[in-house]
């Protein structure tokens, strides 16, 4: 069975430059999530998304972030104008349900803001 | 006070040591619980759920305390390989969604 795929694998941009994140979940999974993590620090939950619904995006900064699940497939994550407090690995996961379920994690997009 | 914290390490312990881990959350709503796991550079893998009679898989025993509401894991007679980073994770909600909050993580180095 294929995983949770993610592109790309790196990314180095300028500040005020855009970008914008992949992902693709395991099949027949209903939720899908992004994460934040910051060297150092654990995943920070930026949004969950049940089929293409939003069940959770309390932590996203949405004066520059956005993200989309269209067709409750896969997913992109954009950053518009990216910071230097941006720079992050960017993980994708993936559960079958809910997060009462086991989650399954991407490689991550590891993005620097310069 | 951080709605999940974690004691970051690292832990430093020879081959063959006890180590265990604590994870206080501050929800007393919150209702499913897991450990993952996290090599270096690597995306985070499930360890073990946490269910409220405790659960076993083989070196590893994890625990839940909800009258203190910490979880807890407990690695016995640790291998080289158990290096890494460990997370706890607290779910709160209910099914019409649920809010999932990581740990900041134990570091964990088993020396030989």
């Known amino acids: 069975e294929a995983g949770v795929a993610q592109s790309p694998r790196y990314k180095i941009i300028e500040k005020r430059q855009s970008v914008a994140f992949w992902c693709n979940p395991i099949?027949?999974?209903?939720?899908l999530y992004w994460y934040q993590q910051i060297l150092g620090q654990g995943p920070k939950l930026l949004i969950q998304?049940?089929?293409?619904?939003?069940?959770?995006d309390s932590q996203l900064p949405k004066d520059r972030f956005s993200a989309e699940r269209l067709k409750g497939v896969d997913s992109t994550l954009k950053i518009q104008p990216a910071k230097l407090e941006d720079s992050a690995v960017y993980l994708c996961?993936?559960?079958?349900?809910?997060?009462?379920?086991?989650?399954?994690f991407g490689p991550g997009t590891r993005l620097t803001v310069l | 006070r951080k709605e999940v914290e974690q004691d970051p390490g690292p832990f430093n312990v020879p081959e063959g040591a006890t180590v265990a881990f604590n994870c206080t959350y501050s929800?007393?709503?919150?209702?499913?619980f897991f450990w993952y796991r996290q090599d270096c550079r690597k995306e985070p893998k499930l360890l073990m759920s946490v269910y409220s009679s405790g659960n076993e898989d083989g070196r590893f025993t994890a625990q839940l305390n909800r009258a203190s509401q910490y979880i807890s894991l407990l690695i016995r007679d640790s291998k080289l390989s158990d290096s890494a980073t460990y997370l706890c994770v607290v779910n709160t909600g209910n099914t019409g969604g649920f809010k999932t909050i990581f740990g900041a993580g134990t570091r964990l180095f088993v020396k030989a």
């Open positions: 099949s027949g999974h209903a939720t």
């Open positions: 929800n007393s709503a919150s209702q499913s």
């Open positions: 996961a993936s559960s079958f349900r809910d997060s009462t379920d086991t989650q399954y």
């Open positions: 998304f049940q089929n293409n619904g939003v069940v959770d």
